[in-house]
């Protein structure tokens, strides 16, 4: 008869290795290898705080609400992995580019990937809300070349704080979105309204988590873009307001020194408002990297 392989007793001491070894016939290794460090980890956490079971079922419970916190228009998911950094941390590690290009962010959860395209110069305010402003961009390579027809897509939460996804009953559809193209010197432009900064939604269990642990939840003004051209690397990133007192603090991680621009008075179809004038850099695409 067969000899029967020995487990290691599940224990205090050895529970990391006892679910570790019964993965070790597996054929996917690097898989394998993934979850049970991730396992290791969880096992790391439990030791080290010892929850009761009622502790441990909140946490549980946590998980559970924030599932049923996602819809087709609100992803809790990935608002958790944006506040912990984890959005963060795996764009940095995948996105690094030469000094001179533009740095990547995160897209955030209010991202559609439908939004209208628009005429150079028109507006995307539908609801025209707001203190009005003239944005104005170039997008070049490295050596400062403009590329011509790249297409910019642009999205932004209004003069309250508020994207259109979150208030589909007071906003128009894809008010404050728009996607535009470049000309053959590399510019666009179009009207749009100043943001406002705004906290982070506190209505769902992550958002509830995490001030009730005292932690910052402040998103200061900005501008979201993406940016794509044949060719070359697709730029994900903000544009955050100078003038916003909540810079040193962005709840997603998401600013750069270089992502940082002077939104300046200026005058915007007869009425006074602000202007911000932008570049972005791209890098040539490379074996294994998004274009």
């Given at each position: 008869m067969a000899a029967q392989t020995r487990a290691l007793t599940f224990s205090e001491a050895t529970s990391s290795e006892a679910f570790a070894e019964r993965f070790q016939a597996s054929r996917n290794g690097?898989?394998?290898e993934l979850i049970a460090a991730a396992v290791t980890h969880v096992h790391e956490l439990i030791k080290?705080?010892?929850?009761?079971?009622?502790?441990?079922?909140?946490?549980?419970?946590?998980?559970?609400?924030?599932?049923?916190?996602?819809?087709?228009?609100?992803?809790?998911?990935?608002?958790?992995?944006?506040?912990?950094?984890?959005?963060?941390?795996?764009?940095?590690?995948?996105?690094?580019?030469?000094?001179?290009?533009?740095?990547?962010?995160?897209?955030?959860?209010?991202?559609?990937?439908?939004?209208?395209e628009?005429?150079?110069?028109?507006?995307?305010?539908?609801?025209?809300?707001?203190?009005?402003?003239?944005?104005?961009?170039?997008?070049?390579?490295?050596?400062?070349?403009?590329?011509?027809?790249?297409?910019?897509?642009?999205?932004?939460?209004?003069?309250?704080?508020?994207?259109?996804n979150q208030q589909p009953d007071l906003q128009p559809e894809h008010n404050l979105r728009g996607l535009f193209r470049t000309d053959a010197e590399g510019r666009l432009h179009y009207r749009s309204v100043v943001p406002a900064g705004y906290g982070v939604p506190s209505d769902g269990p992550v958002g509830r988590l995490l001030f009730e642990a005292g932690y910052p939840l402040h998103r200061p003004a900005h501008l979201h873009f993406v940016v794509r051209a044949k060719g070359f690397e697709t730029i994900t990133t903000h544009i955050y307001d100078s003038s916003d007192p909540h810079l040193g603090e962005d709840a997603l991680f998401g600013v750069r020194p270089e992502l940082v621009a002077r939104f300046e008075p200026a005058e915007v179809g007869g009425q006074r408002g602000r202007a911000v004038e932008l570049t972005f850099v791209m890098v040539r695409s490379r074996p294994g990297r998004a274009s």
């Open positions: 690097k898989l394998a080290e705080f010892r929850p009761s079971q009622d502790e441990w079922r909140k946490v549980l419970l946590f998980l559970t609400e924030v599932g049923h916190a996602s819809d087709e228009r609100r992803q809790e998911w990935v608002l958790l992995s944006d506040l912990i950094g984890a959005s963060a941390l795996v764009e940095e590690i995948n996105s690094r580019r030469p000094k001179g290009a533009t740095p990547n962010t995160i897209r955030g959860p209010f991202y559609r990937d439908n939004a209208p628009r005429a150079a110069g028109s507006s995307i305010s539908i609801d025209g809300k707001g203190e009005p402003l003239a944005v104005s961009a170039r997008v070049e390579d490295l050596d400062g070349l403009p590329i011509t027809d790249a297409e910019v897509v642009t999205w932004q939460a209004n003069a309250e704080g508020y994207y259109e």
